[in-house]
T-cell receptor
Framework: EDQVTQSPEALRLQEGESSSLNCSYTVSGLRGLFWYRQDPGKGPEFLFTLYSAGEEKEKERLKATLTKKESFLHITAPKPEDSATYLCAVQAWGSNYQLIWGAGTKLIIKP | KAGVTQTPRYLIKTRGQQVTLSCSPISGHRSVSWYQQTPGQGLQFLFEYFSETQRNKGNFPGRFSGRQFSNSRSEMNVSTLELGDSALYLC???????????FGQGTRLTVV
C-alpha cells in the first residue's frame, strides 16, 4: 500500500538553530514529491516539487532533497516567521495522478 | 494572476441541512481537487475533477458530492450535515495532472 510518513510530528527550535524535517514514502514508483507550508486556518502554500533521486531545490532558508526512499526539508538559520506546518505529498505512477499526503510536521521557531 | 478562490470563507449550518461550497480555479487550470481538514488530522482527499469528469474519489460517504463546470469552476455539496462535518474544506487546482497544485484559502464550515 502506498504510504507517506512525516517525522517528527512537531519540532521546536530556537531562532537560528538549523534542522531537517523528514518525509519517507513507500510507493510502487515515484512520479513526483511535493512540499507545502501551511499556516493555521489557511490553505497550504506550494514550496517545491522533486522528481528524481539526487534532485535538490532551494528557496531562501529552505532546501529540499530527495532519495529513493525519503525526502528532507532542511531549514537553515530559521526565523520565527518560518513557524508553520510543513506537508509532504507524493504522486505515484499508475495512481491516476492522485496525491498521497503525510500528516505534516508542525515547526515552531522561538525568538 | 489570480489564485484559487473559495466562497464563502465561513459558514455556519445546522445539523440535517445541506451546504454547497464553491471553488474558482486559477485561469487555465483544468484539475480541481477537494480536501477536508480537521484539527489534528492531515488532508483527507474528497474527490478530483478533470475536464468536468470525476477522476478520483476518496473514502467519504455519498452525502459528499461534487461537480465541475465547463469553465473549470467546481462545487461540492454536503447533504444531511452532521456535527463531524465541521472542518476546513480546501480546494486546489493544477494545470496538468502531474504538476503542483495550488490551494485556496478554504471554507471553514461549522455545523451546530
Amino acid at each position: 500500500e502506498d504510504q507517506v510518513t512525516q517525522s517528527p510530528e512537531a519540532l521546536r527550535l530556537q531562532e537560528g538553530e538549523s534542522s531537517s524535517l523528514n518525509c519517507s514514502y513507500t510507493v510502487s514508483g515515484l512520479r513526483g514529491l511535493f512540499w507545502y507550508r501551511q499556516d493555521p486556518g489557511k490553505g497550504p502554500e506550494f514550496l517545491f516539487t522533486l522528481y528524481s533521486a539526487g534532485e535538490e531545490k532551494e528557496k531562501e532558508r529552505l532546501k529540499a532533497t530527495l532519495t529513493k526512499k525519503e525526502s528532507f526539508l532542511h531549514i537553515t538559520a530559521p526565523k520565527p516567521e518560518d513557524s508553520a506546518t510543513y506537508l509532504c505529498a507524493v504522486q505515484a505512477w499508475g495512481s491516476n495522478y492522485q496525491l498521497i499526503w503525510g500528516a505534516g510536521t508542525k515547526l515552531i521557531i522561538k525568538p | 494572476k489570480a489564485g484559487v478562490t473559495q466562497t464563502p470563507r465561513y459558514l455556519i449550518k445546522t445539523r440535517g441541512q445541506q451546504v454547497t461550497l464553491s471553488c474558482s480555479p486559477i485561469s487555465g487550470h483544468r484539475s480541481v481537487s477537494w480536501y477536508q481538514q480537521t484539527p489534528g488530522q492531515g488532508l483527507q482527499f474528497l474527490f478530483e475533477y478533470f475536464s468536468e469528469t470525476q477522476r478520483n474519489k476518496g473514502n467519504f460517504p455519498g452525502r459528499f458530492s461534487g461537480r465541475q463546470f465547463s469553465n473549470s469552476r467546481s462545487e461540492m455539496n454536503v447533504s444531511t450535515l452532521e456535527l463531524g462535518d465541521s472542518a476546513l474544506y480546501l480546494c486546489a487546482s493544477s494545470s496538468r495532472e502531474d504538476t503542483e497544485a495550488f490551494f485556496g484559502q478554504g471554507t471553514r464550515l461549522t455545523v451546530v
